[in-house]
Structure formats: structure tokens, C-alpha cells
């Protein structure tokens, strides 16, 4: 399996409820990196956690960061019709910058 | 400031023919990044180049596939004599140097016919 999987795979939700997504992963990295896709549209980048930081906060964001377990999460606070995309996590091993990214989260929320 | 430009956004070719993808990164990035996204797969690197210089094509197919950051320009991943299982999206990433996220084009929609 690869650097970077997301859990679960799909996540259907109310409006207003929240939303987590879990990423892991297997090597060391310098960072991890959250996306968000639109469906047949680019990657839009929503944060990045370096290896020393815990946890962040971006707006509706929070994205923890266990380099013990080897894996992170997002959540999404008060999720909006609007959040529906495919999530995905990124992670960056360092040596030249290699970014490897899982296979996504495909959220949807129900208005 | 414009973000990183990809184009075309979408691009037909019958097998056979050559494909070009151009990816115009931020402003101040010298560091270019292209991923392919195969239908329900996850993005997958192919290549990272700086100025003039391939750094890793590690992920590049061996044959039909290369990469080239000219000194003036875009950075272009071109894809020679394509076949059906080169469809694809394929998508350009740059940064100022590798502690900073990767800011992402919006990608290439490649189809073969």
C-alpha cells in the first residue's frame, strides 16, 4: 500500500455536522500536507503540519498531526454543502521533495 | 497573482499522436512538480524539475514520457506516440523551495481516442 491512505473512503453527512478524515502513513516525513478537489477540478491546497507541530488550525480546519502513529487527521467544523469534494493527504518525506499522495476521502454533505 | 497555469485544460488525441502539457508556475517558484491522477487513483509523481535541470524523474515512465524546464518559459511534460492508457489528469505543482506547500494547477485532462 502507499505513503498516505485516507480514512474512510467516503463520508456522507448532514449539513452542520462535522467531518473527520483520518490519513496515515508509513516513512518519516517533513511535513503533510491536506487537499481539497472539486470534482474535475485542480487541487487546492487547505494546510500544511510540519513533523514538529501537533496540531493547526485554519478557519472551519483543525488537522492533528501523532508522528508516533504515523498519521493525521482533518476536521471540518459546521460542514457546508459546499465542503462536498475529495480530500486528500500529502506527504513529504524530504530527500528532493517528493510528494506522495493517497487515494483521497470523497466527502459529501447533504444539505 | 495568477497561480500556477496549466494549459490546455483539456487536450484530445487519437493513439498514436504526440501530446504537450505546459505548466506555468508561480511567480518566484523555481520548483515544478507533475503528478498524474489515473481515474479513482490517487495523484502519482512523475517528475520534479528545476531550472533547467531534472532533479527526479523517478516516477516517469521509461519510455514516451519526458520533462523539460527551459531557462524562459513553461515547463512542458510531453508524451510521444499516446496511448489509450495514457488518459489521464495530469497535474503541475510548484513551490519556492521544498518547506513550503505545493501550490497546484488546476491540470490537464488528457484523453486518447
Known amino acids: 500500500s502507499q505513503q498516505g491512505e485516507e480514512d474512510p473512503q467516503a463520508l456522507s453527512i448532514q449539513e452542520g455536522e462535522n467531518a473527520t478524515m483520518n490519513c496515515s502513513y508509513k516513512t518519516s516525513i517533513n511535513n503533510l500536507q491536506w487537499y481539497r478537489q472539486n470534482s474535475g477540478r485542480g487541487l487546492v491546497h487547505l494546510i500544511l503540519i510540519r513533523s514538529n507541530e501537533r496540531e493547526k488550525h485554519s478557519g472551519r480546519l483543525r488537522v492533528t498531526l501523532d508522528t508516533s502513529k504515523k498519521s493525521s487527521s482533518l476536521l471540518i467544523t459546521a460542514s457546508r454543502a459546499a465542503d462536498t469534494a475529495s480530500y486528500f493527504c500529502a506527504t513529504d518525506s524530504g530527500g528532493y521533495q517528493k510528494v506522495t499522495f493517497g487515494t483521497g476521502t470523497k466527502l459529501q454533505v447533504i444539505p | 497573482n495568477a497561480g500556477v497555469m496549466q494549459n490546455p485544460r483539456h487536450l484530445v488525441r487519437r493513439r498514436g499522436q504526440e501530446a504537450r502539457l505546459r505548466c506555468s508556475p508561480m511567480?518566484?517558484?523555481?520548483?515544478v512538480y507533475w503528478y498524474r491522477q489515473l481515474p479513482e487513483e490517487g495523484l502519482k509523481f512523475m517528475v520534479y524539475l528545476q531550472k533547467e535541470n531534472i532533479i527526479d524523474e523517478s516516477g516517469m515512465p521509461k519510455e514516451r514520457f519526458s520533462a523539460e524546464f527551459p531557462k524562459e518559459g513553461p515547463s512542458i511534460l510531453r508524451i510521444q506516440q499516446v496511448v489509450r492508457g495514457d488518459s489521464a489528469a495530469y497535474f503541475c505543482?510548484?513551490?519556492?523551495?521544498?518547506?513550503?506547500?505545493?501550490?497546484f494547477g488546476s491540470g490537464t485532462r488528457l484523453t486518447v481516442v
Open positions: 505543482a510548484s513551490s519556492p523551495d521544498k518547506n513550503y506547500g505545493y501550490t
Open positions: 511567480k518566484g517558484h523555481s520548483h
